[in-house]
């Protein structure tokens, strides 16, 4: 069974550009959420889409960041635009909607605002 | 606002040291806690999910406690190996799908 997948691994890009970064979770995972690790810092939630449909969005930090998850397989998460403070690693995970939720992660996205 | 704490936030020790880590979680909130270790550039690998007060769970040299009543978890590494350098993770689940991190422990295992 194909693990959590994110694309790209590492973007570097500078302040005030976009950047698109994608995520396919497992499939049949109804459940799937981004975070975001600053360095040193706790992986922070960011939101949590249920099929297509965005159940908690409370940890996006502003309206800079939009995620999308059309057709309810795989999700976009776009920074437009980009700051100095948005660098960080962004993962992804994705669970099942039963038992004590257990999320299998993707191995993130690196990003890099200069 | 929730708060999961772990410490140390990094450790060093010798291959062949065993060791132990906390992370502390307020007790009204659990539902369950996670265990995660994360090699930079891989997924976090799940190693155990703890739900009730008293678990311990095991894995090869890796093992865990949970104490629901007074809000810690402790992780136990036996006879440490340079592979087990990592960072490893908690999570609080207190119901529903949300789940709260802690900002990690970094281990550092020198051969």
């Known amino acids: 069974e194909a693990g959590v997948t994110q694309f790209p691994s590492h973007s570097v890009i500078e302040k005030g550009q976009t950047v698109t970064l994608r995520c396919d979770p497992i499939s049949g995972h109804d459940n799937l959420y981004w975070y975001r690790r600053v360095m040193g810092k706790e992986i922070k939630f960011l939101l949590h889409f249920v099929k297509e449909s965005k159940q908690d969005e409370s940890g996006m930090p502003n309206n800079r960041f939009l995620a999308e998850r059309t057709g309810g397989t795989y999700s976009t998460l776009k920074v437009q635009p980009a700051e100095l403070e948005d660098s960080g690693v962004y993962f992804c995970a994705s669970s099942q909607a039963r038992g004590f939720n257990e999320q299998f992660f993707g191995p993130g996205t690196r990003l890099t605002v200069l | ?111």
């Open chain 2, 1 to 111: 606002i929730l708060n999961v704490e772990q410490s140390p936030q990094s450790l060093h020790v010798q291959e062949g040291d065993s060791t132990n880590f906390t992370c502390s979680f307020p007790s009204s909130n659990f539902y369950a806690l996670h265990w995660y270790r994360w090699e930079t550039a891989k997924s976090p690998e799940a190693l155990f999910v703890m739900t009730l007060n008293g678990d311990e769970k095991k894995k090869g040299r890796i093992s865990a406690t949970l104490n629901t009543k007074e809000g810690y978890s402790y992780l136990y590494i036996k006879g440490s190996q340079p592979e087990d350098s990592a960072t490893y993770l908690c999570a609080l689940n207190t119901g529903g799908f949300k789940t709260i991190f802690g900002a990690g422990t970094r281990l550092f295992v020198k051969a």
